[in-house]
């Protein structure tokens, strides 16, 4: 559904974003995650074409999206939900988006009553809160209902039930083999929500994979009754180690080198479990940022 490769972006000699590649499928919710200036949003505009890219280039079904006659059926995208008239009414910008589009009017009403906006039709966005003013750009990206999605910090100043309404929706989108890339920094929603993450750190791929198998550390958790002669055993064997979280020692090894390696050193230990990182923890490890 959408193809990237070898996006590049370098302003006044700085590379933001290098050599970026990346396919998505039908079907699924990818997470685009990284600190702030990481070049997420920088990618995300050169795919929209309102950033021209240094390098590279991007299809979404084959073409570019500028080149799609009329691209927001195609792909619904929410970039900036700031970016509307303050002094126009909510669901008079929305119709007027519809219009552009070729989609009904009665599609921006219904948008708006979905997404919690129906008793602030009248109301101008220069009044709305953050929250309301998300809600406005995902309806406005949905307006068309598009096969892809692409949505920068979608759930940004929603509240606990908004932030669940989202979910719901990019999973059905996806359920009905729509396309959805989102950007995100609150790692738990994106843990309950994507299926595949895809990390930046310093305008690179640093990850890019299924999430259960990213979280899947290859590491191993384990004690016994003298955690000093546990320790000497490992390093001896090469294997760099750490404090756990409970006490134990994290070492960078399975489960079964763990206990080979124990075993022929003739350390007794009392657990070895297989180290479960969370999403928090791969984000800090992989994306070079400071907790």
């Not at 240094?54 to 619904?76: L, M």
């Not at 790692?187 to 899947?216: C, K, N, Y």
């Amino acid at each position: 559904m959408l193809s990237v490769r070898g996006l590049t972006k370098i302003y006044s000699g700085r590379t933001v974003v290098d050599d970026v590649s990346f396919d998505l499928q039908p079907g699924t919710v990818t997470a685009f995650l990284g600190p702030n200036g990481a070049g997420k949003s920088t990618t995300m505009r050169m795919i929209t074409g309102l950033t021209p890219p240094t390098r590279g280039g991007s299809w979404i079904a084959g073409k570019p999206y500028r080149e799609w006659a009329n691209p927001g059926h195609i792909a619904g995208v929410l970039l900036d939900a700031s970016a509307v008239h303050p002094g126009r009414a909510g669901g008079a910008q929305l119709r007027n988006t519809a219009a552009l589009m070729g989609v009904p009017a009665a599609r921006a009403d219904e948008l708006m009553v979905q997404l919690g906006l129906g008793d602030a039709i009248r109301k101008k966005v220069g009044k709305y809160s953050l929250g309301m003013r998300q809600r406005l750009g995902l309806a406005q990206a949905l307006l068309a209902n598009p096969p892809l999605l692409m949505l920068d910090e979608p759930i940004n100043g929603l509240d606990p039930v908004g932030i669940r309404a989202v979910r719901e929706l990019l999973r059905g989108h996806a359920g009905r083999g729509g396309t959805v890339l989102l950007s995100s920094h609150v790692l738990s929603e994106v843990d309950q929500t994507a299926d595949r993450i895809l990390m930046i750190g310093h305008g690179r791929i640093v990850a890019d994979g299924p999430i259960r198998e990213l979280l899947a550390s290859n590491r191993a958790l384990v004690r016994g009754p003298d955690m000093q002669a546990l320790a000497d055993a490992l390093m001896r064997a090469g294997v760099r180690i750490e404090p756990g979280p409970e006490g134990q020692i994290l070492a960078d090894a399975t489960s079964g080198q763990v206990s080979d390696i124990v075993f022929a050193a003739g350390v007794r230990v009392t657990g070895i479990t297989d180290h479960q990182q969370d999403l928090e923890e791969m984000f800090f490890r992989l994306s070079g940022s400071a907790r």
